[in-house]
């Protein structure tokens, strides 16, 4: 693995004639796709973020905290957690960048630490160092949450709206994760300073959703909707849609509300059903949704990555988000596989895990893979695409207004959308029309999604709310 490196150009040309000798592919419909190791003897690399710096920023689970040059594999560690504890499933697990990275130079991990012969779990957030390349300054946010070598969790995401989503998993402490007044076994929303939100289900309380085992992905797809993975027992890992205040069940209901002791409590309890459950269990680990026209068949799909089962899982969805239509499976040849993100150019990056102690590991485990295709290149009508829904001004207050590159053939609408997807706000815009303002009136501060339809051609833009 190489560390502190210089990027010279001789090592980067050395790297990449060595990896492209390991390259393997595989068929995605009529795509190519390439694998390629990207960095070789990492330890349960557990989550990957690709950053605002165009990096891939990557926790360990033995408490390293790194960056990650996409081209040139080079690792640049950033620090290492002194107290972390690393035993079984316990360690460093998720981490979130501020959206507002420049500004707010922001990283959030969380992880277990020991407190006497107890493991704990909390939420830390540092200062980043561009100069230093260091992170400094820790505040604990959240801590002192009831843990163990196992289920506990955790991924985090931050959402448009500037408050940021932990899950966590029930310490093996089943009856936790219906109990409103624990931390455990639930999907927890905090401000970015640490507070409670006033907008949570229940007043004063953390809680976003309860009733869950072990949920270790988290997503925000570009269709508005929340998905999450979760372990099951020896049966029913789950792909759960997430609805604010909404219970999952655990461990009263496994999987379907499909038994007669099951269909009792759900109904007591509203319970949402999964999208999707699977016996035998896949170990289901990181989830992300892939927009990228690099890997057409791909397009809005969730990409999940497992440990058991050993393999790249596409879950296809219906045009409402809220059901998936079918399954494909890639990368069976790697090991267990937890991490995964996606860049801006398409490329896949997944994460093997090894190293855990669970997993059979190469010479070079744990590894992080590349997978991308090569013949794809972006067009400039695609680029032009991205930046072609103006907005200003952006930061925004109480009115926005929008510029489209073509006038609407037909009236149309302008939606403004906040992080679960919902319409908080609309202008109408009339045919012939490229210009129109939209009110912000009774927004609270955050991130939005401004969109509109014409004829065949989506745009999107993010807004944010001062």
């Not at 260091?134 to 801590?143: A, F, H, K, R, T």
């Not at 059903?273 to 699977?278: F, K, N, R, S």
């Amino acid at each position: 693995m190489k560390r502190f490196a210089t990027p010279l150009l001789l090592a980067a040309l050395s790297l990449a004639s060595a990896a492209r000798a390991q390259t393997t592919t595989f068929q995605v419909g009529t795509t190519t796709v390439s694998v390629t190791p990207l960095v070789t003897g990492l330890h349960v690399p557990w989550e990957l973020v690709w950053g605002p710096d165009n990096f891939i920023w990557m926790t360990e689970r033995n408490g390293r905290i790194s960056r990650v040059n996409p081209t040139t594999g080079q690792v640049q560690l950033l620090l290492t957690l002194p107290d972390v504890r690393e035993v079984s499933e316990s360690g460093l697990l998720g981490l979130a960048l501020h959206p507002q990275f420049t500004a707010n130079p922001y990283v959030y991990v969380v992880y277990n630490y020991a407190e006497g012969t107890a493991i704990k779990e909390k939420l830390v957030r540092y200062t980043y160092s561009p100069t230093a390349n260091s992170l400094s300054s820790p505040l604990i946010l959240l801590g002192n949450i009831t843990a163990t070598t196992n289920h506990s969790g955790s991924r985090l995401l931050i959402l448009p709206d500037l408050t940021l989503l932990m899950t966590t998993g029930d310490a093996v402490q089943d009856p936790e994760a219906q109990n409103r007044a624990s931390l455990n076994g639930k999907i927890l929303r905090l401000n970015l300073d640490g507070t409670i939100p006033a907008t949570n289900p229940t007043p004063g309380s953390p809680v976003y959703t309860l009733g869950h085992r072990n949920p270790q992905g988290l997503v925000l797809a570009a269709n508005g909707k929340l998905y999450s993975s979760e372990h099951g027992p020896n049966n029913d890992d789950e792909l759960n849609l997430i609805e604010a205040g909404r219970n999952y069940g655990w461990p009263n209901v496994e999987g379907f509300c499909n038994l007669p002791n099951e269909q009792t409590f759900c109904a007591a309890n509203t319970v949402r059903e999964p999208l999707t459950a699977w016996t035998p269990t896949l170990a289901v680990a990181g989830l992300t949704y892939y927009t990228s026209p690099a890997i057409p068949d791909w397009q809005g799909s969730l990409l999940l990555t497992t440990l058991k089962a050993s393999k790249l899982v596409q879950l296809r969805l219906n045009a409402a988000g809220d059901a998936t239509t079918g399954q494909n499976d890639y990368l069976t040849s790697f090991g267990r596989l937890r991490s995964v993100c996606v860049s801006p150019q398409g490329r896949v990056y997944v994460g093997t895990s090894n190293q855990d102690g669970r997993g059979n590991p190469a010479a070079t485990d744990d590894r992080i893979l590349v997978l991308e295709n090569r013949a794809f290149q972006p067009t400039k009508a695609a680029s032009a695409q991205a930046i072609s829904l103006r907005l200003w001004p952006n930061p925004a207050r109480q009115r926005v207004e929008l510029h489209l590159p073509t006038a609407a053939a037909t009236a149309t609408t302008i939606t403004v959308h906040d992080a679960v997807g919902r319409l908080v706000a609309s202008a109408p815009l009339a045919a012939g029309q490229t210009d129109a303002a939209v009110s912000l009136a009774g927004l609270r501060a955050g991130l939005y999604v401004v969109r509109t339809q014409l004829g065949s051609q989506a745009y999107a833009q993010r807004l944010v709310v001062e």
